[in-house]
């Protein structure tokens, strides 16, 4: 005071931190595309972090829409409405992009490292070829190979019978060779077969079919 007489300290604790948070992974529950039948419903992102507390909340950045997430044990997950997946644009790439804080406010570098493309156009029927060089599969030509064309990587099932069979895929052809239990699923006479081709994003076409009759 003014008289010289010194008082006794004063004190306050502090916590002092001005290390960022990281965010260490991003990663969408529909991997790299983005198909027709994914965005029906809400998607899931799951984001990582290291020095974040729980209860801190991630902000999830797609299209100009902000979607959010609670941070439990480091990780977050962030719910993507159906209808903002259903407002991507079809053959177009998106970047997802991330954003947290820790409780003392310090700011993790955005991560945007993570990106996928929409695909959302289903491939056209698989041609079914001639069979047994006249549609009529005799005794004969019980093993005959049923082939045919298809979108290149695309995965090609075929129905005979009512019994579904995965036909062999080599660039845009497929073929499947038919079995004894294939002859005693169709029966005698007329039959229908089908086919469907689904693409590398999962999408699957309308049914491509062949009337043949079995005698």
Known sequence: DAAGN???????????????????????GWGAVLNATEDDGNGTVTVTTAGVEDGRTVTLTLNGANYTGT????????????????ALTDATSYTLTANVSDAAGNAATAN???????????????????????????????GS???????AGA?????????????????TNWSYTLVAGDITAMGEGAETLS???????????????RSITVD
Do not use: H, M, W, Y
Request: proline content about 3%.
């Open 195 to 209: 086919a469907t081709q689904t693409d590398a994003a999962g999408n699957v076409s309308s049914a491509g079919t």
């Open 6 to 28: 010194v008082s006794s300290a004063g004190t306050r604790s502090i916590t002092v931190d001005t290390a960022a948070p990281t965010i260490t992974g991003v990663s969408a």
């Open 71 to 86: 941070v439990t044990s480091n990780s977050a997950s962030v719910s993507v409405t159906a209808a903002g997946l259903q």
């Open 145 to 151: 190979n049923i082939t045919g064309t298809c979108e």
């Open 112 to 142: 945007s490292a993570t990106s996928f493309t929409v695909d959302k156009t289903a491939p056209g029927a698989p041609v079914i070829s001639l069979v047994a060089s006249d549609d009529i599969v005799n005794l004969a030509e019980a």
């Open 155 to 171: 995965t090609v099932a075929l129905s005979i019978g009512g019994v579904t069979r995965a036909a062999t895929v080599t660039g």
